[in-house]
């Protein structure tokens, strides 16, 4: 059991300690071989995670077509691989041989660099989530807020899309792309805060730690309230269907990627669904207690979590129909910005009086 | 202890670097659009400039109300008011000599206090637990300003939504 | 350690560069962009003042970041207003020109 919860921390362990014999036993000084271990250790646990992150959208692909398809009672990829599982591997083969098309009167450097934006600050996002116990790759006492501010960033890319294509589609797609993610942010910074008031705390390791007797989702009624408005928002936040006007094909044919193919659009693809996983783990971090469980390890329990929740997220896509945009923002605006400020509220009162959390 | 030190240092000059270079973009370039993500630039090297400073909750205040709001909003404003933007008339107007005269002439008076004053320095100190410490002074040293400042940001809002509705 | 000269003259370059770009645009919302570089330099000295000089009392040792964070608000309350003004002349004029909605002046 504990050899399974500890499974990742050792192998860190290990590594560490090998590369600490090999740099010291070749006659190093101290500090200069403790600062390149940290930057050898760093790269590796940089690549895992990026990897880790790679596969999961792989996964993620496949089980979004495959629930699709159930939901719609057919079958799904079944031709590549067991299940079809080795669809996605197809699909990114694909992508890499297609011609990379450019407007002719496009900005071509903001073309460039608008999927190399929208994915970087998913990227980084990834860094700050608690897999497990002791499995965070980097810790400071302000990563809620650094997750909030690299996805502001993401923004940007998608702006820079719209823009760059030189295309009407494209750029109303931006515009509204632009409009949702910061009308949507608000309410999901209002709900963190309650957060972060139960847990005095604003590192996403403590907060787990804070929750291994009761998650602050059971808090009542400040825990549901948030976890429903969070979860709400975050799929907006991400352009998912029924929040998905940015891209909605039946108005404005794709949206902000209209213009894009080969690999650039694949760049789109793959950050849509690490942000995707992102606003999921840092649900399951925030109010589903993290890693904590009993039994299983740390990360499997992690991982259960967050991919209950993408189950979720996928089934609303399937069952709901899209918003209108103006219905889309009077919902943002008149109905989960004045919900999560009395929360915050109500929290307040909750601490103050009954002494919860 | 000089590994880091150099580190230190490179960072500060890449940082550095970003930052000017962005805003040097933001105030030349003709297409407003380009101007505009070049100021982005210049924010991001600024954030990372207070990283070296070890203030990262204001690092990390300047990517969520900067990049994330004041930028998108400026962005908006330029595609709201394109019709006149695309005109081959030059952005800068005809006192830009001037302007660069009065701006070397700042930074030559500023670059003379910085050099020659005599500052109080003390021991940079890193504070452990600044984010609680910020909090509780805001509440408390700094009540007045902060309800303030509070009172500001309602009010920009709501004129802000007067002024620019229909 | 870095001296705290190098951070205020990068702030003292980045403020100039955005004076010149207030006063030597045309387009109202550049002329916002150079106010908010502007702002930004001075939030640089305030976050390097905090960092290298001694606090007068000690329980304003945090007195530099909280002050950088009311000039962060105060910018984005600026630019809100600036922004939604720039847009009620366009509607009423057809430009962001500074240079033709001089009505005041004659």
Same mark, same amino acid.
């Given at each position: ?6 499974l ?26 403790s ?29 979004e ?13 079944n031709?590549?691989g ?52 002791g499995?965070q ?38 515009m ?9 942010e ?31 989702v ?28 940015p ?10 990627h ?51 929740l ?13 918003f209108?945009?103006?219905q889309?923002?009077?919902f ?6 004045p ?14 009086f009954?002494?919860v959390? | ?18 930052? $000017? ?59 709201l008011?394109?019709g ?8 800068q ?11 070397? &002439? ?14 109080? $320095? ?6 452990s /637990?600044?984010?609680?410490? &910020?909090?509780? /002074? ?14 500001? $940001?309602l ?12 | #350690? ?26 109202a919302?550049a002329?916002? #962009? ?27 040792d945090?007195a530099?970041?909280?002050?950088a ?5 105060? !910018?984005?309350?600026? !630019? ?7 847009? !009620?002349?366009?509607r009423s004029?057809?430009?962001?020109n ?5 009505? #005041?002046?004659?």
């Amino acid at each position: 059991m504990d050899i399974l919860n500890n499974l990742f921390t050792n192998i860190y362990n290990a590594i560490n300690a090998f590369l600490n014999g090999l740099l010291g036993g070749a006659g190093l000084r101290p500090d200069a071989a403790s600062a390149i271990v940290a930057a050898i250790m760093g790269l590796i646990v940089g690549t895992v995670v990026l990897l880790f992150g790679v596969g999961v959208v792989l996964t993620l692909i496949w089980l979004e077509r495959k629930v699709a398809a159930r939901v719609q009672d057919r079958v799904g990829p079944n031709r590549v691989g067991p299940f079809g599982m080795l669809q996605p591997v197809a699909d990114t083969i694909k992508m890499f041989i297609k011609e990379d098309i450019v407007p002719t009167n496009a900005d071509g450097l903001v073309h460039l660099l608008a999927p190399v934006i929208a994915l970087a600050p998913a990227v980084l996002a990834f860094v700050v989530v608690p897999f497990g116990q002791g499995m965070q790759p980097a810790d400071l006492n302000i990563v809620v807020l650094w997750v909030v501010s690299v996805s502001s960033i993401g923004t940007v890319g998608l702006f820079m899309a719209g823009y760059g294509s030189n295309n009407k589609f494209a750029l109303l797609g931006g515009m509204r792309a632009v409009a949702q993610a910061i009308s949507y942010e608000i309410p999901q910074v209002l709900t963190i805060v309650p957060i972060i008031l139960l847990a005095g705390s604003m590192s996403l390791v403590q907060i787990v730690q804070k929750q291994s007797t009761l998650w602050y989702v059971f808090v009542l009624p400040v825990g549901l309230i948030g976890f429903v408005v969070y979860y709400i928002s975050a799929l907006a936040e991400v352009n998912r269907t029924p929040f998905d006007q940015p891209e909605g094909e039946s108005e404005i044919v794709a949206g902000h990627h209209t213009e894009y193919s080969g690999m650039k659009f694949g760049l789109f693809y793959l950050a849509e669904y690490f942000n995707f996983f992102i606003v999921c783990t840092i649900a399951t971090t925030l109010f589903l207690g993290g890693w904590q469980g009993p039994f299983l390890p740390s990360w499997l329990w992690f991982l259960i979590k967050t991919y209950a929740l993408i189950l979720l997220g996928m089934w609303i896509r399937m069952t709901l129909p899209r918003f209108r945009v103006d219905q889309l923002m009077k919902f943002a605006w008149q109905v989960l910005v004045p919900i999560s400020l009395i929360n915050i509220v109500l929290t307040g009162i909750l601490l103050m009086f009954f002494k919860v959390g | 202890m000089l590994t880091s030190q150099f580190l230190t240092y490179v960072a500060f000059f890449v940082l550095s670097a970003i930052a $000017l270079i962005g805003a040097f973009l933001a105030v030349t370039l003709r297409n407003l659009v380009r101007a505009a993500l070049g100021l982005i630039l210049s924010f991001m090297g600024v954030a990372g400039i207070y990283f070296v400073l070890e203030a990262e909750f204001v690092a990390i205040v300047q990517v969520i109300i900067y990049i994330g709001a004041i930028s998108v909003l400026i962005l908006f404003a330029i595609m709201l008011t394109r019709g006149l933007m695309t005109s081959a008339a030059s952005t800068q107007n005809s006192q830009w000599i001037g302007a660069a005269f009065v701006g070397m &002439l700042m930074f030559a008076v500023l670059f003379f206090v910085a050099i020659t004053t005599n500052w109080p $320095l003390a021991q940079p100190h890193t504070i452990s /637990d600044l984010i609680p410490r &910020l909090g509780a /002074d805001l509440v408390t040293t700094y009540l007045l300003p902060f309800e303030a400042v509070s009172l500001l $940001l309602l009010a920009a809002l709501i004129g802000a939504i007067v002024i620019a509705r229909e | #350690m870095i001296p705290l000269q190098f951070y205020l003259i990068v702030a003292a370059i980045l403020f100039c560069l955005g004076l010149f770009g207030a006063l030597a645009r045309r387009n109202a919302v550049a002329i916002l #962009m150079g106010i908010e570089l502007m702002l930004n330099a001075v939030n640089i000295n305030l976050v390097a003042f905090w960092r290298y000089v001694k606090p007068a009392a000690p329980t304003m040792d945090l007195a530099g970041q909280i002050f950088a964070l009311f000039v962060v608000t105060l !910018a984005a309350a600026e !630019a809100a207003i600036g922004l939604a003004l720039i847009i !009620a002349i366009y509607r009423s004029r057809d430009t962001v020109n500074v240079e033709d909605v001089d009505l #005041m002046k004659w």
